[in-house]
């Protein structure tokens, strides 16, 4: 009996001490596992220096999911999924300190689980300098079924800028994310002409035709100011690029040189300050109730967008003279993470020429309904929006008399 009361025992202290050990050595390897897993979602906010901002329930500090080279400076970052796995990849956008040229580049850091790590699977650079004005977004452009990074910005001479990158295998064949560059360019603006796609693409049976892509530059052989040449480009998958098809003339509006010379002048204030006030987009009466309207209040720093009886505020952050107008990047004062892009054009003495970029990192508001042609409200047009206030209608009633309320007060009108 005594030697099973020593086996228990011992048993029992070996179950002791098993169970101590596990304690103390699990929560170091979920720590470990932790550390290598992917990361849902984390943003940086370009406009505070070094504020970082992440997705989640609590408020800690989270950087990059890799480490960049010595020279690198990260701006900002997104996360994307790029290759239709169950981890999302992140996009970082950085720039070299050793780089005379100041160009943005972007690194794309992938999640691998076979290893648990994350790693440095590509970089690419971009025509873009200005951090403000910069923008990534992901999506089919070729009509293969294959994301396309898109990058638009503008460099220091104040033209817009695209680079296309398309996915592609590897070097060497083995796994993992890599893309090629396959169109670039800096213009006075530069879109890519998006449009609804069938069915059959949509459900996976068949490719789509690709989306091109639109170039204007100023006519060198004009004698007006205004005048553009309007170049297309198509994804060619001989050339696996996009090649330019065609090259159109845009004759511009007749504007006296002078008062085009005066607004576009090269500096972001003097259009700011001839922009101020009230348009509203010429292909809808101004007195519908689909109306739409720019409010640019420069003065105070902010852009009103109203229609269909609702009105959203952005803060005015920052203005880009262009050759034909202003790049403005604004930010909603209510949804901080919602930011617009808007390439604004003189079109007329009257008339500008509206292009609204919204940032996908939330994906509300991309049907382009801005976009188009507005018309500065004049004073005739105002006139209509007032009404006479209620309080101020006379009905021509006599109100002369005494009048006693019911605790005794007495009032008496003479001469109504």
């Known amino acids: 009996m005594k030697r099973y009361t020593q ?25 470990s596992s932790a550390a290598s897993a992917p990361v849902r979602y984390r943003s940086i906010d370009a406009s ?14 989270i950087t990059s999911a890799i480490k960049l080279n010595p020279n690198e400076i990260l701006l900002d970052l997104y996360t994307f999924n790029l290759d239709y796995d169950e981890e999302e990849e992140q996009i970082l956008i950085a720039r070299c300190s050793d780089d005379t040229g100041n160009r943005i580049l972007i690194v794309v850091a992938d999640y691998s689980p076979g290893t648990r790590h ?34 638009t910005g ?7 800028t695209m680079t296309v990158f398309w996915k592609t295998t590897p070097e060497g064949g083995g ?33 789509a035709e690709s989306w091109p892509i639109s170039v204007w530059r100023s006519d060198p052989g004009s004698a007006n100011f205004l005048d553009q040449i309007k170049e297309t480009w198509i994804w060619s998958f001989f050339d696996r690029s996009f090649v330019k098809t065609t090259e159109e003339r845009i004759p511009g509006a007749s504007i006296a040189q002078k008062m085009a010379a005066a607004i576009l002048d090269g500096k972001a204030e003097t259009f700011s300050a001839w922009l101020e006030g009230i348009w509203y987009k010429e292909s ?32 005015w952050e920052n203005s880009n003279p262009t050759r034909f107008g202003l790049y403005i990047a604004a930010r909603n004062q209510s949804v901080r993470n919602l930011r617009r892009l808007m390439d604004i054009e003189l079109a007329a003495s009257d008339m500008i020429n509206v292009r609204v970029f919204q940032d996908l990192r939330i994906k509300a508001d991309v049907s382009g309904r801005w976009d188009g042609r507005y018309r500065r409200m004049s004073a005739e047009i105002a006139k209509s929006f007032r009404k006479t206030p209620s309080s101020a209608h006379f009905s021509g009633q006599n109100l002369d008399g005494l009048y006693i309320a019911p605790d005794g007060s007495r009032l008496k009108l003479t001469g109504s």
Not at 7 to 29: D, H, Y
Not at 49 to 58: I, P, Y
Not at 131 to 151: E, P, R, S
Not at 290 to 312: K, M
């Open 7 to 31: 086996r228990a025992f011992f048993v029992a202290v070996a179950l002791a001490i098993g169970l101590t050990l596990f304690f103390l050595i699990s929560p170091r390897i979920r720590g």
């Open 48 to 61: 505070q220096t070094g504020a970082v901002k992440e997705n989640t329930v609590d408020d800690r500090k």
């Open 118 to 151: 994350w790693v440095r699977a590509w970089e690419g650079d971009t025509l873009a300098t200005k951090v403000k004005t910069f923008q990534v977004a992901v999506y089919d452009m070729v009509g293969d079924h294959n994301l396309n990074i898109v990058c």
């Open 154 to 160: 503008m460099n220091d001479a104040n033209e817009q």
């Open 175 to 207: 796994q993992g994310l890599a893309f090629v560059k396959v169109f670039e360019t800096a213009a006075g603006a530069v879109l890519v002409e998006d449009a609804e796609r069938p069915d059959s693409y949509k459900l996976g049976q068949t490719n």
């Open 284 to 315: 809808q009466d101004p007195l519908s109730k689909d109306a739409l309207f720019l409010t640019f209040q420069p003065r105070d720093g902010s852009l009103l967008f109203s229609g269909q009886d609702v009105v959203e505020i952005y803060q």
